[in-house]
């Protein structure tokens, strides 16, 4: 049996860990630069909001009925996030990070998993104080289903198997795991409606009808396992570090500072699963709602030298910006892409490496300690910028609770502002 473990509303949950006085009460998280709403409380969706809705749009009636609005804290969900994975690794031996909110979990020779579910669900809850839900089913598709019928269950946790026949005819074919809208659409029209009706219908028919995504989805739901656990994923092609400014940028010094953050950011990720990138891609793009003049560019280059040093990268980037900058307009949004990724067993390497290489990369792993041990902005390169007046907006953002001394909650102190 394969169990999907999945935090309820992860983001407000965060949220609520050091504002119990928020628990049942109506609460948001917005996206990047305070745009739109990506996490609700279930009181906040009875309000009516929905996933996605932009900020001015239900400004007012967040107002009106007193909701509380919060800035994404992504420094605060991503250590809550691994603080939850390693609870749940304390109950299997494999298990397959699948984003920052779910987890698939393989429950070998085990006689009672709904049992070892509640446990889990307990365990998470009382150490973390996020809820989650629990899923069990014999393929990860099932298990996706079962999580999601769960999630309305007040124990938390269902387990759903192939030979359920009741529940498979009340879900309909749109909520199955890996299904959108065309495919939908295409299954309506030959009378497909449910998950049982999937798992009926003629195999040649279904290839036809969406490939073999299809087909895997309907041998899935018959309980044949065709989608294994990835207990280590694979190594990307491409990496791609980019976000919109807090506000319009025009100065080229600023710029260079945002190219700057994301080259690094963005090595920082491919030097964390050993890769190596053969191309760098910079652009840099306005505002297409605004009325002001619209200009976008990119520039691309490949690396002689394949390359993890993200002072290197740096350096490329700025000059890229440069070629591609113009005056007169004002940016919205820049980004760094490191192409043809490549594990670094694969890389050849030359024959005359310079020594300086070697020096320039203790250099690096010296700084990525220090990262390590007092936090990601305890040290950075003086390209980064100090004050960064470009950075995204997020004027609603809780503290770092857990991850900044500066910012830990203090026993005592009244944190509610009731």
């Given at each position: 049996?394969i169990a999907l473990?999945?935090?309820?509303n992860f983001?407000v949950?965060?949220?609520?860990?050091?504002?119990?006085w928020l628990?049942?009460?109506?609460?948001?998280?917005l996206?990047?630069n305070?745009?739109?709403?990506?996490a609700?409380?279930?009181e906040?969706k009875?309000?009516?909001?929905?996933m996605g809705?932009?900020y001015y749009?239900?400004k007012e009636?967040c107002?009106k009925?007193?909701?509380s609005?919060?800035?994404?804290?992504?420094?605060?969900?991503?250590?809550?996030?691994?603080r939850?994975?390693s609870?749940?690794?304390r109950?299997?031996?494999?298990?397959?990070?699948?984003?920052?909110?779910?987890?698939?979990?393989?429950?070998d020779?085990?006689?009672?998993?709904?049992?070892?579910?509640?446990k889990m669900r307990?365990?998470?809850l009382?150490?973390?104080?996020i809820?989650i839900s629990?899923?069990?089913?014999?393929?990860k598709?099932l298990?996706k289903?079962?999580?999601r019928?769960?999630?309305?269950?007040d124990?938390?946790?269902l387990?759903?198997?192939?030979?359920?026949?009741?529940?498979l005819?009340?879900v309909k074919?749109?909520?199955?795991?890996?299904i959108?809208?065309?495919?939908e659409e295409?299954l309506?029209r030959?009378g497909i409606?449910?998950?049982?009706?999937?798992i009926n219908a003629?195999?040649p028919?279904i290839?036809?009808v969406?490939?073999?995504?299809l087909?895997?989805?309907q041998k899935?739901?018959q309980?044949r396992?065709?989608i294994?656990?990835?207990q280590i994923?694979?190594?990307?092609?491409?990496?791609?570090?980019s976000?919109?400014?807090?506000?319009?940028?025009?100065?080229?010094?600023?710029?260079?500072?945002a190219?700057?953050?994301?080259a690094?950011?963005?090595?920082q990720?491919i030097?964390?699963?050993e890769?190596?990138?053969?191309?760098?891609q910079v652009?840099i793009?306005?505002n297409g709602?605004?009325?002001?003049?619209?200009?976008?560019?990119s520039k691309?280059?490949g690396?002689?030298?394949p390359s993890?040093?993200p002072?290197r990268?740096l350096?490329?980037a700025k000059e890229?910006l440069r070629?591609?900058?113009?005056?007169g307009y004002s940016y919205?949004?820049?980004?760094v892409?490191l192409?043809?990724?490549?594990?670094?067993d694969?890389d050849?390497?030359?024959?005359?490496?310079?020594h300086y290489?070697?020096k320039?990369?203790r250099?690096v792993?010296?700084l990525?300690s220090?990262k390590?041990?007092?936090g990601?902005s305890?040290?950075?390169?003086a390209a980064?910028?100090?004050d960064?007046p470009w950075?995204?907006k997020?004027?609603?953002?809780s503290?770092r609770?857990t991850?900044?001394w500066?910012e830990i909650p203090?026993?005592g102190s009244?944190l509610?502002p009731?």
């Amino acid at each position: 049996m394969i169990a999907l473990a999945d935090c309820n509303n992860f983001y407000v949950s965060c949220e609520r860990v050091f504002k119990p006085w928020l628990n049942e009460k109506p609460v948001i998280v917005l996206s990047n630069n305070d745009g739109c709403a990506i996490a609700r409380s279930n009181e906040a969706k009875r309000l009516g909001i929905k996933m996605g809705a932009p900020y001015y749009q239900v400004k007012e009636l967040c107002q009106k009925n007193r909701v509380s609005v919060f800035s994404s804290n992504y420094e605060l969900y991503g250590d809550m996030s691994k603080r939850v994975v390693s609870i749940l690794m304390r109950f299997t031996s494999e298990a397959e990070i699948y984003s920052i909110d779910e987890s698939f979990l393989k429950l070998d020779q085990i006689h009672n998993p709904i049992k070892v579910a509640r446990k889990m669900r307990e365990t998470v809850l009382k150490w973390t104080g996020i809820p989650i839900s629990v899923g069990i089913g014999p393929t990860k598709t099932l298990a996706k289903m079962a999580n999601r019928m769960a999630k309305k269950k007040d124990s938390g946790c269902l387990a759903v198997r192939e030979s359920e026949k009741s529940l498979l005819g009340s879900v309909k074919v749109r909520e199955v795991w890996g299904i959108g809208r065309r495919i939908e659409e295409k299954l309506k029209r030959i009378g497909i409606l449910t998950a049982l009706d999937l798992i009926n219908a003629p195999a040649p028919i279904i290839r036809k009808v969406g490939g073999v995504h299809l087909e895997r989805t309907q041998k899935e739901l018959q309980g044949r396992q065709c989608i294994s656990i990835e207990q280590i994923p694979e190594p990307k092609k491409n990496v791609c570090c980019s976000r919109s400014f807090g506000r319009a940028v025009t100065d080229l010094e600023e710029l260079e500072e945002a190219v700057a953050n994301h080259a690094v950011r963005a090595t920082q990720k491919i030097r964390k699963e050993e890769s190596l990138t053969y191309g760098l891609q910079v652009f840099i793009m306005t505002n297409g709602f605004s009325k002001d003049p619209q200009y976008s560019n990119s520039k691309t280059i490949g690396f002689d030298e394949p390359s993890d040093d993200p002072i290197r990268i740096l350096s490329t980037a700025k000059e890229l910006l440069r070629s591609i900058y113009r005056k007169g307009y004002s940016y919205k949004k820049a980004g760094v892409l490191l192409l043809n990724l490549r594990t670094r067993d694969q890389d050849q390497g030359l024959l005359f490496r310079d020594h300086y290489d070697e020096k320039r990369n203790r250099f690096v792993k010296a700084l990525e300690s220090i990262k390590n041990t007092y936090g990601t902005s305890s040290t950075f390169l003086a390209a980064q910028g100090i004050d960064r007046p470009w950075d995204m907006k997020r004027q609603r953002r809780s503290p770092r609770y857990t991850t900044d001394w500066n910012e830990i909650p203090v026993i005592g102190s009244s944190l509610d502002p009731s």
